[in-house]
């Protein structure tokens, strides 16, 4: 079992940049690939990005790459999404997310989901 906490969501204005976190418990959490999905009321949900158990590979959806900066920290059971250059569009409830699989993330719901933070980004 892997139970994911997210931290750092906010408002912040349009060009701002904000790091969450998103922290894991499970002694398994090293063995896991990990991401980040987010959602808008009246839209699906979007994969953004994801992480390999190793740091080794990353994958960006095509909206946020180059702004935004995925890494973990193993020894910490912690995972960072750095967000800079944001705009209203990145506006939406931010979910941590882990999966034995990185080969097939964002083409399915991964496994475990944590409760979401908020990002709210002003005009």
């Known amino acids: 079992q892997v139970q994911l906490v997210e931290f750092g969501g906010g408002l912040v204005q349009a060009g701002g940049s904000l790091r969450l976190s998103c922290v894991a418990s499970?002694?398994?959490?090293?063995?896991?690939?990990m991401g980040w999905f987010r959602r808008t009321p009246g839209k699906e949900r979007e994969f953004v990005a994801s992480?390999?158990?190793?740091?080794?590979?990353?994958n960006y959806a095509d909206s946020v790459r180059g702004r935004f900066t995925i890494s973990r920290d193993n020894a910490q059971n912690t995972m960072y999404l750095q967000m800079n250059s944001l705009n209203p569009e990145d506006t939406a409830v931010y979910y941590c997310?882990?999966?034995?699989?990185?080969?097939?993330?964002?083409?399915?719901?991964?496994?475990?989901w944590g409760q979401g933070t908020q990002v709210t980004v002003s005009s």
């Open positions: 499970g002694r398994t959490f090293g063995t896991y690939a």
């Open positions: 997310t882990a999966d034995p699989s990185f080969r097939t993330y964002g083409l399915g719901d991964p496994q475990y």
């Open positions: 992480i390999s158990w190793s740091s080794v590979s990353t």
